[in-house]
């Protein structure tokens, strides 16, 4: 990885993109801390530090903060990566939009620009219901139209302006610039959460006990992302056979393929589908200042990540349960709808075609989809073990840190695909030299 940055930053055309792209980071972090007008920023602090859910502290990793100091990019890009979520199962389910998709780089254009459309009618619901609920409680001073208006307009724009970023650094920059976004934002709260770990478990305890413990956090971590890597990287190849066939006089075809199937085939969508939908109902409470009472209250706490794997509440632990159901099923269920194994045996078959020892036809497709049956479980299992593992230690030892297995996931998979990104571009600049040689 090193020695690919080392080797780009001697090529000035991709010298220029990467400082374009950290310049663009400079801005995004800068922009991370102007407060929105009308806001009581101590309010909110003292507001947040009451919560004893995590599903502001997962919303708030992913805005890097900006959450947390109530500035103009509070919503951050989270409405454009539920935009772009709605728009791949929307694609799915509407003929018009799965016509448009398949209509090459025109369709996908117009995609791209329904989404900006979905991302800020998005940012509008949820800044509204920032400003009106928080504002209630005492987050605008005074609690008014014109605050309301205000709040409302400034987080739009900041998310809208984000989007605008990503878009550039994707254009101009390298890599893709709403992942790299989310990835800066997620690393931005690293220090705070390493400093908190070192605070807990190492700061002012025996020298023995210290070295154990930094090891063993050490430990978690690399394997953590040992783990991440492999699911990232780790492919299942299919080899496919195409028959020879004459064209003209020549006989054209016969060589071997294969279809490379990813162990992690859903990426990271499934844990964030499932941490949403377990965190909506505490959200909507929070936000709304409803406090649960009695059996509602049981359920709650079942819901909220910070009492799982907690022996004094073993009952709580429940919810990690669902929690993982959850993320089995959106794995198989995100995956069936971006993959469809019997219009891929349907292409194979028109084109010659065939799996070795398969039939073309319906026995491809039934071969396709027993083994991506198989991989889906295999990834599925990979992504919960990364994810239950800060759960694990946040109930055990009460390691509470805003960095857990969602966010490993996304920042190893992130610099993954940037640095191969990288390499494409390289490589593509030498054969350019080599052909105007």
Sequence with gaps: MFTTLKNAFKIKELR?????????????????????????????????????????????????????????????????????????????????????????EDGRKKI?????????????????????????????????????????????????????IGERITENGVGNGISIVLTINILSRMPQDITTLFEQFVLNKPIAKAVVAALIILAIIIGMVILVIILNDGVRKIPVQYAKK?????????????????????GVIPVIFASSLMQLPIMICSLFNINGTGFWAEILRGLNSSYWCNPARPIYSIGLVVYIVLVIFFAYFYTSITFNPLEIAENMKKQGGFIPGIRPGKPTSEYLTRILNYIIFIGAAGLTIVCIVPYFFNGIFNASVSFGGTSLIIIVSVVLETIKQIESQMLVRNYKGFLND
């Design 16 to 104: 220029k993109k990467i400082f374009f792209t950290f310049a663009m980071l400079v801005v995004i972090r800068l922009g991370s801390q102007l407060p929105v007008p009308g806001v009581d920023r101590t309010y909110f602090a003292r507001w947040f530090a009451q919560q004893t859910s995590d599903a502001f502290n997962f919303f708030d990793a992913f805005t890097g903060g900006s959450f947390l100091n109530m500035s103009i990019l509070a919503l951050n890009i989270t409405p454009y990566i539920t935009s772009s979520i709605i728009m791949q199962l929307l694609t799915i389910a509407i003929p018009k939009l799965e016509e448009m998709q398949r209509d090459g």
């Design 112 to 164: 791209a620009s329904i989404t900006r459309y979905v991302t800020v009618a998005l940012a509008l619901i949820e800044s509204s219901a920032m400003a009106i609920g928080f504002g209630r409680q005492g987050l605008l001073q005074p609690y008014n139209v014109i605050n309301v208006l205000t709040v409302v307009v400034a987080m739009t724009a900041g998310s809208a302006f984000l989007m605008w």
């Design 246 to 266: 004459i064209q003209g006089r020549k006989m054209v075809g016969g060589q071997s393929t294969s279809i490379p199937l990813k162990i992690n085939t859903a």
